[in-house]
C-alpha cells in the first residue's frame, strides 16, 4: 500500500500507517467548505453504487456517511439488516454474495460482530468502510476526532489525550489509541478496572484509575459513551454511582490546571458520563465533531474510489473531477 | 488371519524400553516376537520396515465423532477412518452427540457401528448425567457393562460441585476415570483467550481463570473422594502448575494437552481465523511453554486431539459466531514429530509414549505395548518423509485445521489393529 492511497478497504486504523491518516485528514479539508455552500453537492463520485448496510442502528453514523456520499453525488442504497445472530451469520456470507453479484461500488457496513468488516472485505472486490464492527474498530470516528483536534490545537504529535469510560466494550476507544499513537499523540486511558480490557497497557497507554487524576493529566478527554446494559451485566454497580465516581462534571473540569478540550463520540448519557453543563459548554467540541464526520468520510470514499489527493481541492472548488 | 513379519524397522515401544533396529513377528491377532532374525512362518506377509519406525498403536482419549446426531459433518466410520489413517489403533468417542451417549444402548450403537466400520477401534465415553445436563448422575454401571471405558460431559463443564463430588466417588465402583471439561461458565462465555490479542482484535476473552477455577475445583474433590479426575484439554500455565502440586500430594489425577494447544497461540486468531477459535482457546507464548515443560516431565501425562469436526461452512461466518474446534486425528503425529521431536523438545520415545503407551494406562485400555503375547496394535510411520498437509486429502469429513498448507515430517505407513492392516499409505 502506498503512502498516497489507502488501498482497497478502510477496516481500522490499527492497519493504517501515520501518513495514510494524515492523508485522510488533509484530504477532508478542502471537502469541510463543501458543506458550507449552499448547494452542497460535488460531482466526484457520480455513477458510482455504495450500499449502506447496517446490522446494528446507528442514526447519526448512518446519516453522516448518507450526506458524505450524497455530496459527493454517488447512488446510495440503505440496506438496514437487523435480525438475530444464528440469521446473521448467514446474512453476512449471502449479503457479500450478492452485492457482488450486483456489482456494487462500495459498501459501508456497520456490524455488532468485531471482524464483520474484514470478512466482508475478504470475499468481495468492491471497497468497504467499517462503520463499526463489535468492539474492534470505528476508524471514521476517530478519523473524525483527530480532524477536531487539528483543528482546534493545530497539531496531534504532544497532546495528551485521555479517553474515558467503557474502554472494554468501545471500538470507538480502539480506533482512537491507534490513530492517536500513530500520529504522536500521548494516550491514556481511565475508567472502572472492571470495563478495563486486559493488556490494554501493553498498547502503550497510560491507565488512570480516578478521573481527578486524569484531568490534571490530560489537554483533551475524550468521554465515551456507557452502554446502559453493562450495568444489569454486572460490569458496574449502577449508573448513580458511575456518574458520581467517573462522571465528567463542571466541579471536576474547574480543578483542572488549564482548560480541557472536551470530546463525545455521541449519543451522550447527560447525567451519566457527562454533565449536561460540561456537554454544552465553552470546552466542548462535539457538534464541530459531526460536522468534521461529514467531512472526513466524505474523503474517505473519495480515496477509496481512486481519487487523488492533490485533485480533491479542485474537485471541491470546479465542477469536474479527473478520474 | 496371515501372520505378519515386519522386518528390520525401528522399533520404538517405551513399555519396554525399547529403541532398537527389529523384526516384529505378528501372528493370530497377537506380538509374536520381536528380535533379529525371527523365522518366518511359510504363510506370512513380510513387509521391509527398513527406515520406519515400528511402535505400540497410538491411541486418542478425545474424540467428537459426531454419530448420533451430524453424520455430515464425521460419522463412526469416517472418524474411525481417519483416526487409522493418522495411525491411531483406538479412539475414545465423547459422549455429547445427539441424543447423548447416557445410557447403554447408546454406548451399545457406538461399539456396533465401530466394529462395522473394522478401522481403529473406538472405545465409547460415557455421560456423567443424563443428557449431560449436570443435574442426574447417569447409570455409570449400565455404562461400562455396555463398553464404556470412562465418564465426561465434555463439551460442556460440570458446573455443579456436589454432581462432580458424587461422581468421582461413584465411578470407584467401576474403576473408570471421570474426564472434565474444566471451564468456570460463570467466567466464559468468550470466544478466545483474554489478552492483549483479544483486546486487539475487540472479541470478548476467556480468562485463564476460567480453566484453572475448574482445574483447582476438581483436584480438590480428587482428594476428597480418592477418585480418579481426567482433566481435559489443558491449556494454561497456571492448570499445570496446580495438577504438579497436586500429582506430588498423591493425588489421583491424569490430564491431556492437544497438538494445537502445544504449537499455536492466540496470536493465530489475528485476521479473526476462525480455525483457531477452540475451547478452551489458544493462550499465549508463555502458556505454550509451561505445556510442552508439563508434557516433558510427566505432568500433563498425554496427548490427545479433541477432534472436533464441523460443516465445512461452519467455519465461513464471523468470528463471533463460528463453532469452537479443530479435527486433529489426521496430523498429530506429524505435527508431533514435527514440533516436538525434531526441535529437541521431545524424544522420539517419549512422543510414542504420550500418544500410546500413557493414553493406555490411564484410560486403562488394551495396546500400548508391544510386548509379546499382548494384542498387536501397532503404528508404522516414517519419520522423515515430509508431506504438506491438504485438507481435500482428510479421511474425515471435514476439512476445519488450523494446520492447512504446513510442511510436517512423518507419514502413516501402516496402522495395524489386533494384527489387521486397517490403513496402508498408497493403498486407496
Ligand atoms: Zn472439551
Aim: proline share 5%; with cysteine.
Amino acid at each position: 500500500m502506498s503512502e498516497r492511497s489507502l488501498g482497497k478497504d478502510l477496516l481500522g486504523l490499527e492497519s493504517l500507517t501515520a501518513e495514510q491518516i494524515t492523508l485522510i485528514l488533509d484530504t477532508a479539508e478542502p471537502f469541510k467548505e463543501v458543506s458550507e455552500r449552499p448547494i452542497k453537492k460535488v460531482p466526484t463520485l457520480r455513477g458510482k453504487t455504495i450500499v449502506n448496510l447496517f446490522f446494528e442502528a446507528s442514526t447519526r453514523t448512518r446519516i453522516s456517511f448518507e450526506f458524505a456520499e450524497k455530496r459527493l453525488s454517488a447512488d446510495t442504497v440503505n440496506v438496514a439488516a437487523l435480525g438475530s445472530s444464528v440469521q446473521k451469520g448467514e446474512t453476512l456470507v449471502d449479503t457479500a454474495r450478492n452485492l457482488e453479484a450486483m456489482r456494487i461500488d462500495m459498501v459501508v457496513i456497520r456490524h455488532p460482530s468485531s471482524g464483520a468488516a474484514q470478512f466482508l472485505a475478504e470475499r468481495i472486490r468492491s471497497n468497504v468502510v467499517n462503520a463499526g464492527d463489535g468492539t474492534h474498530e470505528h476508524p471514521t470516528q476517530a478519523l473524525l476526532d483527530l480532524l477536531t483536534l487539528r483543528d482546534k490545537f493545530g497539531r496531534i504529535a504532544g497532546l495528551k489525550v485521555c479517553i474515558c469510560g467503557d474502554v472494554l466494550h468501545s471500538r470507538v476507544a480502539r480506533s482512537n489509541i491507534w490513530g492517536l499513537l500513530k500520529l504522536g499523540a500521548e494516550v491514556a486511558v481511565c475508567g472502572p478496572p472492571s470495563l478495563m480490557p486486559l493488556g490494554i497497557e501493553e498498547l502503550g497507554v497510560t491507565v488512570f484509575r480516578r478521573i481527578e487524576d486524569a484531568i490534571q493529566w490530560a489537554d483533551v478527554l475524550n468521554v465515551l459513551r456507557l452502554q446502559l446494559e453493562r450495568m444489569h451485566a454486572g460490569f458496574i454497580p449502577s449508573l448513580r454511582e458511575y456518574y458520581r465516581v467517573f462522571g465528567v462534571t463542571v466541579e471536576r473540569l474547574e480543578r483542572a490546571p488549564k482548560d480541557l478540550v472536551i470530546l463525545h463520540p455521541g449519543p451522550m448519557n447527560r447525567g451519566v458520563e457527562i454533565d449536561s453543563r460540561v456537554a454544552d459548554g465553552p470546552h466542548s467540541v462535539i457538534l464541530h465533531q459531526v460536522t468534521n464526520g461529514v467531512a472526513v468520510r466524505m474523503a474517505v470514499l473519495y480515496l477509496l474510489a481512486g481519487g487523488r489527493p492533490e485533485l480533491a481541492e479542485a474537485a471541491k472548488g470546479k465542477g469536474e473531477v479527473a478520474e | 488371519m496371515r501372520p505378519l513379519l515386519l522386518r528390520s524397522g525401528r522399533v520404538v515401544d517405551p513399555s519396554q524400553g525399547l529403541d532398537e533396529i527389529s523384526d516384529l513377528l505378528i501372528r493370530e491377532g497377537k506380538v509374536a516376537g520381536i528380535g533379529r532374525g525371527l523365522g518366518v512362518p511359510d504363510d506370512a506377509e513380510v513387509v521391509d520396515a527398513s527406515g520406519w519406525v515400528v511402535s505400540p498403536g497410538l491411541i486418542d482419549l478425545h474424540v467428537h465423532l459426531r454419530e448420533p446426531g451430524q453424520e455430515d459433518v464425521e460419522t463412526i466410520a469416517s472418524g474411525a477412518r481417519a483416526a487409522a489413517a493418522g495411525g491411531f489403533t483406538a479412539v475414545c468417542a465423547m459422549p455429547n452427540t445427539d441424543p447423548v451417549t447416557d445410557n447403554q444402548a447408546a454406548v451399545g450403537f457406538i461399539v456396533k457401528q465401530a466394529q462395522a466400520a473394522g478401522a481403529a477401534r473406538v472405545y465409547p465415553i460415557g455421560a456423567i448425567s443424563l443428557g449431560q445436563r449436570g443435574v442426574q448422575l447417569a447409570e455409570f454401571g449400565e455404562l461400562v457393562s455396555a463398553g464404556a471405558v470412562a465418564v465426561s460431559d465434555d463439551g460442556r463443564p460440570v458446573a455443579s460441585s456436589h454432581l462432580m463430588r458424587m461422581a468421582l466417588s461413584y465411578a470407584q465402583t467401576f474403576g473408570i476415570p471421570v474426564a472434565d471439561h474444566c471451564e468456570d461458565p460463570t467466567l466464559s462465555g468468550g470466544v478466545m483467550h483474554e489478552g492483549l490479542v483479544s483486546t486487539r482484535l475487540g472479541l470478548r476473552g476467556i480468562p485463564s481463570a476460567a480453566e484453572e477455577i475448574m482445574v483447582a475445583r476438581d483436584l480438590l474433590l480428587a482428594e476428597l473422594t480418592r477418585g480418579h479426575i481426567h482433566l481435559c484439554h489443558m491449556s494454561t500455565k497456571g492448570s499445570v502448575d496446580l495438577i504438579r502440586r497436586a500429582k506430588d500430594k498423591g493425588i489421583k489425577v491424569t490430564a491431556e494437552v492437544t497438538p494445537h494447544h502445544l504449537i499455536l497461540t492466540d496470536e493465530a486468531c489475528l485476521g479473526y481465523n476462525t480455525h483457531a477459535k477452540m475451547n478452551p482457546p489458544l493462550r499465549t507464548a508463555a502458556d505454550v511453554e509451561a505445556l510442552r515443560e508439563a508434557l516433558k516431565d510427566g505432568t500433563v501425562d498425554v496427548i490427545a486431539t479433541d477432534h472436533a469436526p464441523h460443516h465445512y461452512d461452519a467455519k465461513e461466518r464471523e468470528f463471533d459466531d463460528a463453532p469452537f474446534g479443530v479435527i486433529g486425528l489426521e496430523t498429530a503425529l506429524a505435527l508431533g514429530i514435527t514440533q516436538l521431536v525434531r526441535p529437541g523438545i521431545l524424544t522420539l520415545a517419549e512422543l510414542i509414549d504420550r500418544m500410546s503407551c500413557a493414553p493406555a494406562k490411564v484410560f486403562n485400555l488394551p495396546g500400548g505395548t508391544l510386548r509379546p503375547g499382548t494384542v498387536a496394535d501397532v503404528t508404522v510411520f516414517d519419520p522423515e518423509a515430509r508431506w504438506k498437509v491438504d485438507p481435500e486429502r482428510f479421511y474425515s469429513k471435514s476439512r476445519n485445521t488450523p494446520f492447512a498448507g504446513w510442511e510436517v515430517f512423518g507419514k502413516v505407513v501402516m496402522t495395524i489393529v489386533g494384527g489387521r492392516v486397517v490403513f496402508r499409505s498408497g493403498a486407496d
